[in-house]
């Protein structure tokens, strides 16, 4: 599985962005996409995962109440609908997948996609 994220960018403090990743390779349905994120100087975070055949989701609670995943299932692309940002939100964003339920862990992910910078100025 290939993965391409894109949709990053500079967007104000209160701002919206919604990434997209794009899964290309192989049957995608049995799979969990997950979305990581790594601020400078930090590690790399869990933000959010989905459930690619049931749709079920679970965020961090950083993230809780403004971030959305969802997935177009016909086109193997998920979505993370960014709402609300915070400069905290800075960071590189990495979409993710793995066969299986989903896991909060980076290292838990096999098919690991490229960063897109998401910037929020105050």
């Known amino acids: 599985v290939q993965l391409q994220a894109s949709g990053g960018g500079l967007v104000q403090a209160g701002g919206s962005l919604r990434l997209s990743c794009v899964a290309s390779?192989?049957?995608?349905?049995?799979?969990?996409m997950g979305w990581f994120r790594q601020a400078p100087g930090k590690e790399r975070e869990f933000v959010a995962a989905i459930n690619w055949s049931s749709g079920s989701s679970y965020y961090a609670d950083s993230v809780k109440g403004r971030f959305t995943i969802s997935r177009v299932f016909a086109k193997n692309t998920g979505h993370l609908q960014m709402n609300r940002l915070k400069p905290d939100d800075t960071a590189v964003y990495y979409c993710?997948?793995?066969?299986?339920?989903?896991?909060?862990?980076?290292?838990?992910?096999?098919?690991r996609g490229q960063g897109t910078l998401v910037t929020v100025s105050s």
């Open positions: 993710a997948a793995k066969r299986g339920n989903y896991r909060t862990t980076w290292n838990s992910y096999e098919y």
């Open positions: 390779g192989r049957t995608f349905s049995d799979n969990s």
